[in-house]
């Protein structure tokens, strides 16, 4: 495996915010947008901080993120008012959900604030938001009620593996599994759910917890979801014979359970769904199978990350920089009007690319020589 190199995290480009579309009518209201293979914006993901307390090698790997790496300082991220006014206007362009991330977003101080401020946003029909959040869970046991209280609405915890030396490997500081267990049993006391579960499997790793997973989860409500190792960012020495493709964990999980196809529940959803049942007790779980079976024909999210550029693909190069346009004199309806601009001329298919064996495609988020946005910058 090749040296891991300290990531490189993209420099806001500015001429791409004097190149940002502009109405001609600030006043006239904007048509939700279509992206230029007829996707729709649904899902927003928000990165609140990019730090974590988590070194998991396939997202922070410890060798390139050790105590000498520097973080983002606080007066470059977005405050929880910009962050707001942004999702309100994406809101007003169709967003439905939106999932706070990280980083490990529980580290964001003040976070009840946020939720309670987001949770007051309505669809232009009057509907309340999808409001979700992606955690460690390390913090969950004494924040669950919290932000229960504040307006969230469910939780999706990472957990990679029951077995403690297992675990512990995974999150690479020592973080015992128990207080992760202990932090879903929180959520579920508070009302955070369904809550989802997300295992990032790595073959000759942690895939021999699969089995022991799918058995604690059953019948518990907990919807677990099996998440093919991915090669997010340019850190984690991704390799492809790491990767355990879903048909295989598929049948591993056929082979003790009696396993059955459920239907796709939204427009968009990345996990393939099924019901596994065994001595009476039955749950869901989901594969997400991006490198094996690429979703991208109907991908809806788009990303916003911490200190404020807009990625609209997981595995882009550069992001548009709109922190600067937030902080410019631009009103509400320009903002509105430059995000669905960038979002009409989105085009990003990079998994199905990779899977189809080519290389890059001058949509920008395949430029040749240029280092792919680390996950803990932009969340999963």
């Not at 929880?80 to 999702?87: G, K, P």
């Not at 997981?314 to 995000?339: C, E, K, N, V, W």
């Given at each position: 495996?090749?040296?891991?190199?300290?990531?490189?995290?993209?420099?806001?480009?500015?001429?791409?915010?004097?190149?940002?579309?502009?109405?001609?009518?600030?006043?006239?209201?904007?048509?939700?947008?279509?992206?230029?293979?007829?996707?729709?914006?649904?899902?927003?993901?928000?990165?609140?901080?990019?730090?974590?307390?988590?070194?998991?090698?396939?997202?922070?790997?410890?060798?390139?993120?050790?105590?000498?790496?520097?973080?983002?300082?606080?007066?470059?991220?977005?405050?929880?008012?910009?962050?707001?006014?942004?999702?309100?206007?994406?809101?007003?362009?169709?967003?439905?959900?939106?999932?706070?991330?990280?980083?490990?977003?529980?580290?964001?101080?003040?976070?009840?604030?946020?939720?309670?401020?987001?949770?007051?946003?309505?669809?232009?029909?009057?509907?309340?938001?999808?409001?979700?959040?992606?955690?460690?869970?390390?913090?969950?046991?004494?924040?669950?009620?919290?932000?229960?209280?504040?307006?969230?609405?469910?939780?999706?915890?990472?957990?990679?593996?029951?077995?403690?030396?297992?675990?512990?490997?995974?999150?690479?500081?020592?973080?015992?599994?128990?207080?992760?267990?202990?932090?879903?049993?929180?959520?579920?006391?508070?009302?955070?759910?369904p809550i989802k579960v997300n295992m990032v499997v790595k073959k000759g790793v942690n895939d021999a917890e699969i089995l022991p997973m799918a058995r604690h989860f059953l019948g518990s409500g907990v919807r677990l979801r099996f998440i093919e190792y991915m090669d997010v960012g340019s850190s984690n020495g991704w390799r492809m014979d790491e990767v355990l493709p879903s048909a295989q964990l598929l049948q591993r999980l056929r082979e003790a359970f009696t396993v059955e196809p459920l239907s796709r529940s939204v427009a968009g959803e990345t996990a393939e769904r099924w019901r596994i049942s065994q001595g009476g007790l039955s749950s869901e779980i989901g594969l997400i199978s991006s490198v094996s079976q690429a979703f991208?024909?109907?991908?809806?999210?788009?990303?916003?990350?911490?200190?404020?550029?807009?990625?609209?693909?997981?595995?882009?190069?550069?992001?548009?920089?709109?922190?600067?346009?937030?902080?410019?004199?631009?009103?509400?309806?320009?903002?509105?009007?430059?995000?669905?601009?960038?979002?009409?001329?989105?085009?990003?298919?990079?998994?199905?690319?990779?899977?189809?064996?080519?290389?890059?495609?001058?949509?920008?988020?395949?430029?040749?020589?240029?280092?792919?946005?680390?996950?803990?910058?932009?969340?999963?």
């Open positions: 495996m090749p040296p891991l190199k300290k990531p490189v995290i993209p420099i806001a480009d500015q001429r791409q915010l004097s190149a940002l579309p502009l109405p001609l009518d600030p006043a006239e209201p904007a048509l939700p947008p279509r992206d230029q293979l007829g996707r729709p914006l649904r899902d927003l993901r928000i990165s609140v901080t990019d730090r974590c307390n988590f070194r998991c090698s396939y997202c922070m790997p410890k060798q390139v993120f050790d105590k000498h790496y520097e973080f983002l300082p606080h007066a470059d991220l977005l405050s929880f008012e910009e962050i707001t006014r942004l999702a309100r206007q994406f809101v007003a362009l169709g967003v439905e959900k939106i999932r706070l991330t990280g980083g490990e977003p529980l580290l964001r101080k003040n976070l009840e604030r946020l939720i309670a401020m987001l949770a007051e946003l309505r669809t232009p029909a009057g509907q309340p938001l999808d409001l979700t959040l992606t955690t460690n869970g390390s913090l969950l046991t004494r924040m669950a009620q919290r932000l229960k209280d504040a307006g969230l609405g469910r939780v999706t915890v990472s957990l990679d593996g029951l077995d403690d030396a297992v675990f512990q490997r995974m999150n690479d500081v020592g973080f015992p599994v128990a207080e992760v267990l202990d932090g879903i049993a929180a959520a579920q006391a508070a009302g955070l759910g991208c024909g109907d991908c809806n999210r788009a990303r916003l990350s911490t200190e404020g550029k807009l990625y609209t693909c997981l595995f882009a190069h550069r992001g548009t920089d709109l922190r600067a346009l937030l902080r410019s004199p631009a009103s509400d309806a320009q903002i509105a009007a430059s995000l669905a601009g960038l979002w009409s001329q989105r085009s990003d298919r990079y998994s199905q690319l990779r899977g189809a064996g080519m290389g890059p495609d001058g949509q920008g988020n395949a430029a040749a020589g240029e280092r792919r946005v680390e996950m803990h910058y932009i969340g999963g």
